[in-house]
């Protein structure tokens, strides 16, 4: 069993920084693909970004690349997505999820464990 807690949601206006955090607790974090997923209000989750448990790969959704970062510090049981040059369109309900495999799926069923959510809203 693992227990995944998001923070660092909030309001931000267009074009700034937010960095949100995953604690995990439970088994061992390290055993596990990390991955980010959002949910807009009248839309399906979707995948946002994915790391393996070595760091040594990360994927991103073409609509994030270039301003998102996914990292990890398996020493702390904590993943991180640090978003950049936000836009209205990246607001949503922001979703950690854990899937105990060695490689990277973006479909979301494949994933063993969420967190609660996170709400974050960047205004025009």
């Known amino acids: 069993q693992v227990q995944l807690v998001e923070s660092g949601g909030g309001l931000v206006q267009a074009g700034g920084s937010l960095r949100l955090s995953c604690a995990a607790s439970?088994?061992?974090?390290?055993?596990?693909?990390m991955g980010w997923f959002r949910q807009a209000p009248g839309k399906e989750r979707e995948f946002v970004a994915a790391?393996?448990?070595?760091?040594?790969?990360?994927v991103y959704a073409d609509s994030v690349k270039g301003r998102f970062t996914i990292s990890r510090d398996n020493a702390k049981n904590t993943v991180y997505l640090q978003m950049n040059s936000l836009k209205p369109e990246d607001t949503a309900v922001y979703y950690c999820?854990?899937?105990?495999?060695?490689?990277?799926?973006?479909?979301?069923?494949?994933?063993?464990?969420w967190g609660q959510g996170t709400q974050v809203t960047v205004s025009s």
């Open positions: 790391i393996t448990w070595s760091s040594s790969r990360t």
């Open positions: 439970g088994r061992t974090f390290s055993s596990y693909v």
């Open positions: 999820a854990a899937d105990y495999s060695w490689k990277i799926v973006t479909n979301q069923y494949e994933y063993d464990y």
